[in-house]
């Protein structure tokens, strides 16, 4: 009962017509009836042994040569996808298990059986690879402090505001809410200058706020009114202000990637070639990890480190996409390491923490501002709902949602805001009012 009855095989009629009736009845594997019961039995002595996301079982039937076939595999999977562990500490695969049989001939060479192991490298050792950086910089004033709370709460709040109206009805379409990685957006926008750009996903609602919308002009947009910040016709997923330099959000992923990074060749053709003063513009393209294995993705990267763009590519990796587990979905899940292969610093940073990442997006955005080049800033978070409001959440593993909950990056600025007497709970809770 612990796997599902997912059986995957590729037996043509032919080839069981082709194999003899005394050795089909050796193998009761090939008549269907027989599948499950067997496998029913087999499974359970197997599932403390097998602990990958599925079982393969392969073997060689006789004359299946003369059918085009090597060896017929039967797959089951397990029901749930297993929960990571470590969680952001060092989250790492599974061991995967392989029972193989290579290519021969029944009458001159005997079947041979390989079992193989697979145990991919642990990921994400943060400790021993990539620590994010620990200097005296984090240090802020209490106007900035307060000012980075405002802005965090304001997302939550207005988010939490949507979720409310979607289940009233009142709140049509496909609605993604950003809660739990307000970190990122306030940790990058909020030192920007009003002429720099940025580009999103659909998870985009916070970003806007964050880049100087009223939350009047982004609640009117989604409510499809004529006073929303594009008239009603962009909805959730495609806010745009030109006045902000906001270049568009995009329902589907990597589609503004290129956007942001045209805007960066942009601001560097018109400081360069038409030597336009006061034309340091930076662009930062929003993404999340799904979109890391999109093409636009690497062609972007190379394009910009080639011409040294002033642009930041701002990984949001919360470690899903929609159902699909990150670290099943790419052959090297640490995205940052990716940037160096294309000649541009890579950078993990605790996307959960508004200080470590504002001190990351310092230095990036100045790089870029100064005409040396690109940076890939990998924001290790979490998003506290589903993948949409119309997505039950039920993949996930609950102990793994309740990690993060804990670390709440709201709840953390205020804890070092008191701790480090830059606020008091009365100046929080007057944010929280408003």
Not at 86 to 109: A, D, E, G, I, V
Not at 287 to 306: I, K, P, R, V
Request: hydrophobic share 35%; charged share 20%; glycine share 8%.
């Amino acid at each position: 009962k612990r796997f599902s009855s997912d059986l995957f095989f590729g037996v043509p009629k032919s080839l069981i017509n082709g194999i003899p009736k005394s050795f089909q009845c050796s193998l009761p594997l090939l008549r269907p009836h027989c599948l499950f019961p067997l496998f029913y039995i087999l499974l359970p002595t197997f599932s403390s042994f097998f602990t990958s996301h599925f079982l393969s079982f392969s073997f060689f039937p006789p004359h299946s040569e003369e059918n085009g076939y090597s060896f017929l595999t039967f797959q089951v999977r397990r029901p749930t996808i297993p929960s990571q562990h470590h969680f952001s500490k060092q989250p790492s695969y599974n061991p995967h298990y392989r029972l193989t049989l290579p290519r021969f001939h029944p009458q001159t060479h005997p079947p041979q059986f390989f079992f193989q192991f697979e145990s991919p490298p642990s990921i994400w050792d943060r400790r021993q690879e990539s620590k994010s950086k620990s200097t005296p910089n984090l240090l802020i004033t209490k106007k900035e402090g307060l000012e980075l709370y405002e802005d965090m709460v304001l997302g939550r709040a207005f988010e939490d505001k949507c979720a409310k109206m979607y289940y009233d009805r009142k709140m049509l379409g496909f609605v993604h809410l950003y809660n739990g990685q307000e970190a990122v957006s306030t940790g990058f926008i909020r030192l920007l200058k009003q002429q720099d750009s940025i580009v999103c996903t659909y998870r985009d609602h916070v970003q806007a706020l964050s880049k100087g919308l009223s939350a009047r002009a982004v609640m009117s947009e989604l409510l499809g009114k004529a006073t929303g910040c594009c008239r009603g016709q962009g909805g959730s997923m495609h806010i745009f202000s030109r006045k902000h330099n906001m270049l568009g959000r995009f329902a589907f992923i990597g589609e503004g990637i290129p956007i942001a990074t045209g805007a960066a060749f942009t601001s560097k053709y018109k400081r360069e070639v038409l030597k336009e003063a006061d034309c340091g513009h930076v662009s930062l393209a929003f993404f999340g990890d799904g979109t890391c294995n999109n093409g636009q993705f690497y062609e972007c990267l190379n394009m910009a480190a080639l011409w040294k763009l002033p642009i930041v590519f701002v990984v949001e990796n919360n470690l899903w996409a929609i159902g699909m587990s990150h670290l099943r979905a790419t052959s090297v899940p640490q995205i940052y390491k990716k940037g160096p292969a294309f000649g541009m610093p890579g950078v993990h940073v605790d996307g959960m923490d508004v200080l470590k990442v504002r001190e990351v997006a310092k230095e990036a955005i100045g790089r870029a501002r100064r005409g040396e080049g690109p940076t890939l800033v990998e924001c290790e978070t979490y998003r506290f709902r589903g993948h949409s409001l119309a997505d039950p959440d039920k993949l996930r593993d609950p102990a793994e949602k309740a990690h993060y909950a804990a670390r709440d990056p709201i709840t953390a600025l205020k804890k070092y805001l008191i701790e480090n007497s830059l606020a008091n709970e009365a100046d929080l809770k007057a944010i929280d009012k408003r």
